[in-house]
């Protein structure tokens, strides 16, 4: 059974920053690319950013691109999202998602989601 946990979710004032993390288990991790997505209050769900199985590629969202950083410890199973220069519309819940089929950019190619971590950014 596969299991996606974010963590690092909280209240920042705009400027700040956070990493979130997301644990994963009950599939090889090394072996799935990767991918973060949020869900801002009444708005639906968008992309944030994503990572290939080896870390070798990135993509970002334009919104977050310079800000955000994605990376992976394909050791410990776990993904990260460095969340920098953060401003109040960066406030969302966020998601981990995992095996994507497909675009690493649209929701409906992840096949396995986490429950989210609260993200709020106050100006």
């Known amino acids: 059974q596969v299991q996606l946990a974010e963590s690092g979710g909280g209240l920042v004032q705009a400027g700040g920053s956070l990493r979130l993390s997301c644990a994963a288990s009950?599939?090889?991790?090394?072996?799935?690319?990767m991918g973060w997505f949020r869900q801002p209050p009444g708005k639906e769900r968008e992309f944030v950013a994503a990572?290939?199985?080896?870390?070798?590629?990135?993509y970002y969202a334009d919104s977050v691109k310079g800000r955000f950083t994605i990376s992976r410890d394909n050791a410990k199973s776990t993904l990260y999202l460095q969340m920098n220069s953060l401003i109040p519309e960066d406030t969302a819940v966020y998601y981990c998602?995992?095996?994507?089929?497909?675009?690493?950019?649209?929701?409906?190619?992840?096949?396995?989601w986490g429950q989210g971590t609260q993200v709020t950014v106050s100006s």
């Open positions: 990572m290939t199985w080896s870390g070798g590629n990135t």
């Open positions: 998602a995992q095996d994507p089929d497909g675009n690493y950019r649209d929701i409906v190619s992840y096949r396995y």
């Open positions: 009950g599939r090889t991790f090394s072996s799935d690319a």
